[in-house]
Antibody
Framework: QLQLQESGPGLVKPSETLSLTCTVSGGSISSGAFFWAWVRQPPGKGLEWIASVYYGGSAYYNPSLKSRVTISVDTSNNQFSVKLSSVTAADTAVYYC???????????????WGQGILVTVSS | QSVLTQPPSVSAAPGQKVTISCSGSSSNIGNHYVSWYRQLPGTAPILLIYKNDERPSGIPDRFSGSKSVTSATLGITGLQTGDEADYYCGTWDGSLGAVFGGGTKLTVL
């Protein structure tokens, strides 16, 4: 059974870089049928897609975050990661990693999610 | 302001049916598959419906999805108190990537 688990610091200072890693177990991140995604949810608000990466390294980004986001994959450790730079209080959210089915020039549903990790941006 | 528009809340009595709408445009719903997610308080979303009307294994047939032009609908029959949750629609947008609706809170009266 596929499982995803987020890890990283729960507290980040303003202007610094938020770094999170998602460890995939019960399946290979190198499966050609899927991208690997990050989605966030500010407290009391809705879902916001951040970015998605393929095991080969190609990626899609949310245009509103693209200038601050780097997404990467580590196939040897079955992990993928996201970095968000120059964070502010508005980046405080629960961050989820998820598996996303690959299409042709598009991505489909997020079918498996991690439990989420709360990241607070505060000095 | 979400790209996809959902009603903030819906309610119905136990055993009844409820529908949740999701409105978009030709750049998203009009040309791409729609998926639906359920999020219980304090937990991660789970996939309910994918590719407009498909149910993942383990999702009961009380849940259904449909799509018409630039809108989609989630239907839930035989409502149970355990169905109280937030429901989100999602799709792909040709310019924006993956997008979601703002979410609909379902109350089972």
């Amino acid at each position: 059974q596929l499982q995803l688990q987020e890890s990283g610091p729960g507290l980040v200072k303003p202007s610094e870089t938020l770094s999170l890693t998602c460890t995939v177990s019960g399946g290979s991140i190198s499966s050609g049928a899927f991208f690997w995604a990050w989605v966030r949810q500010p407290p009391g608000k809705g879902l916001e897609w951040i970015a998605s990466v393929y095991y080969g390294g190609s990626a899609y980004y949310n245009p509103s975050l693209k200038s601050r986001v780097t997404i990467s994959v580590d196939t040897s450790n079955n992990q993928f990661s996201v970095k968000l730079s120059s964070v502010t209080a508005a980046d405080t959210a629960v961050y989820y990693c998820a598996r996303q089915e690959r299409g042709f020039g598009e991505l489909f549903q997020l079918d498996t999610w991690g439990q989420g990790i709360l990241v607070t941006v505060s000095s | 302001q979400s790209v996809l528009t959902q009603p903030p809340s819906v309610s119905a009595a136990p055993g009844q049916k409820v529908t949740i709408s999701c409105s978009g445009s030709s750049s998203n719903i009009g040309n791409h598959y729609v998926s639906w997610y359920r999020q219980l308080p304090g937990t991660a979303p789970i996939l309910l419906i994918y590719k407009n009307d498909e149910r993942p294994s383990g999702i009961p047939d009380r849940f259904s999805g449909s799509k018409s032009v630039t809108s989609a609908t989630l239907g839930i029959t035989g409502l149970q108190t355990g169905d109280e949750a937030d429901y989100y629609c999602g799709t792909w947008d040709g310019s924006l990537g993956a997008v979601f609706g703002g979410g609909t809170k379902l109350t089972v009266l």
